[in-house]
């Protein structure tokens, strides 16, 4: 088994699910942790902002790092990480004389851990000896979608059967992936994307312009994503008077769920269909369901927006991956590092933009919706106009 690159592809598969478990666990418990350790709603906000944060400085700074610890060594490190923290989560609340103190430690552990997932895992599978390499691209992040889905699925199940005071016993169910897939890639081989020393330094990406325009792609990516995910919930339930229960299955859930339909399916069928012409087609799919969701009135037609929004998305974060990789097959670590920080920029940017622009227009969710059609349409753009040729050289 240890000697497969098949193993070493469901290893990379169970990581993008114990990522899902680090962005999407936590802010199950807002309300718990609220009332049971007395925190303001504005450290509840500063617990997402940390998770993020240090996750985008883990991508910025990886490069200077990850080539000399190699792959192996990171992505184990990654794991032990993440099922720190979860554990942290469980104890430190209790054991510090600040029980935010203790939450913000263990949000910071598993951060770094996700941080360093995110950069790693992608590449790895890039550089597996396969030949579908776009389709599996795709079919990797689509486990990033079943994995929120489960996560929302299982705990919701888990708190209604036995009580949110358990969640200590949830955090640490979850912190069985992480401990588990450790153990996993110890038994797999981890190839690396390119030779230590050769692959491009951040000054070289940074003079080359095709980098730029997949800079911006990712960042729209990341922003076209979270822009409708993260407010789906609250959108279904003020604009739409859905009530929260069914709000979040079918906004947040139903978008997780229809995201991870489109990466499968081009994680099946990608090797029939160019991958270019995907992307354009999700892009304006996806200027076509900000538009549903926020030009429209009728509840089902919002919501059919906000699922259309998920169906549109899928590709564009690993499409994006795929085409860097293509195009400058000595990016290395530095390249998914930085384009993984632009799809953190972007992941914070959308759903920013959304929230200011509502709160301009007195709390109009579908007016910050519709700004956030600039992010698919610039996406759009870049892949018409990204120069071929230059590309091709650059490799």
Known sequence: MGKSYTHTKYACYIAYVTQAVVNNFVPLLFLTFQ?????????????????????????????????????????????????????????????LPNAFAGIISAVVLYAVGGGLLEVLVSPIVEACPTEKKESEMSLLHSFYCWGHVLVILCSTAFFALFGLENWRIMACIWMLIPLGNFAFFCAVPIPTLVEEGKGMKIRELAKTGVFWKLFLMMLCAGASEQGMSQWASAFAEASL??????????????????????????????????????????????????????????????????????????????????????????GGTAMFALLALAGDIGCAAGPALVGNVAELWGGNLQIGLLAAVIFPALLLLCNLFRPRRKEKDAS
Not at 55 to 69: E, K, N, T, W, Y
């Open 35 to 95: 009332k049971s350790f007395s925190i303001s709603l504005n450290q509840i906000a500063m617990l997402v902002t940390v998770n993020f944060g240090v996750q985008m400085a883990v991508d910025f700074s990886s490069s200077l790092f990850i080539d000399r610890l190699g792959y192996s060594f990171s992505v184990k490190a990654a794991h032990l990480l993440v099922a720190a923290g979860l554990l942290g989560l469980c104890v430190l609340p209790s054991v």
């Open 241 to 330: 008077h859905i009530p929260k229960t069914a709000g979040d299955l079918l906004g947040p859930c139903a978008f997780a769920v229809m995201m991870g339909f489109s990466r499968l399916f081009f994680g099946k069928c990608g090797d029939r269909i160019p991958l270019e012409k995907f992307m354009n087609l999700s892009s304006l799919l996806c200027i076509a369901s900000y538009l549903l969701a926020s030009i429209f009135h009728a509840p089902a037609l919002c919501l059919l927006g906000c699922m259309l929004c998920g169906l549109s998305v899928g590709i564009m974060w690993p499409g994006t991956f795929s085409i860097a990789a293509k195009g400058l097959r000595s």
